[in-house]
């Protein structure tokens, strides 16, 4: 009878140890829970956006933006800050500019702080898309302290005379829309 006690132990030890794993030697199923355990979490590819920087950089229409935002500093400050929202006038906008305010004059290093002040004046704190900007007028602060009106009542929506044609391009740190002209400040340019 003790010999019988024993053999059904020793096939309970062996069932136990064959459904648990030995803690001496782990088999597959403990090396892959490990693995998940240790493995970095990383989020979908379709939850890494670029940044704001990043967008300016990879479209091919806003290589004249990139330049002027490169001659000003700026562009480094759309890696990591924000949200902002950009009002991104493309190439043909820039091209559109008269003589005087060609971006070859602009980029010169006299005219780094109107420049400056250019560009300041399409970038807005704070992310703002198109939702928010259909069927009402809005007014907003650029981060140059001059304020834009956005019309969203009409046929298309306006930053103050410029037309968006692309819009909700989005960015790890905001959202960047695409204007037909460049927003020039009321006194002057």
Request: with cysteine; charged share 20%.
């Amino acid at each position: 009878m003790t010999m019988r006690i024993t053999l059904l132990a020793y096939a309970a030890f062996l069932t136990l140890t064959a459904a648990c794993g030995d803690p001496s030697n782990p088999g597959p199923a403990s090396d892959q829970t490990s693995e998940r355990a240790n493995a970095p979490e990383t989020p979908a590819a379709e939850e890494m956006l670029p940044t704001l920087k990043e967008v300016i950089e990879r479209e091919p229409r806003f290589s004249t933006l990139e330049a002027a935002l490169e001659a000003t500093d700026l562009l480094a400050s759309f890696e990591d800050e924000g949200p902002f929202t950009i009002f991104a006038p493309s190439d043909q906008a820039f091209a559109d500019l008269p003589g005087a305010l060609s971006i070859d004059a602009l980029t010169a290093p006299r005219n780094r702080e109107l420049l400056l002040d250019l560009l300041s004046l399409h970038v807005v704190s704070g992310t703002l898309k198109v939702s928010e900007m259909e069927g009402q007028t809005l007014s907003r602060r650029a981060i140059n302290d001059s304020m834009l009106r956005v019309d969203g009542t009409g046929p298309v929506i306006t930053v103050n005379e410029s037309v968006l044609t692309i819009t909700d391009i989005e960015a790890e740190n905001g959202v960047i829309h695409v204007l037909d002209s460049v927003l020039l400040p009321p006194s002057d340019l």
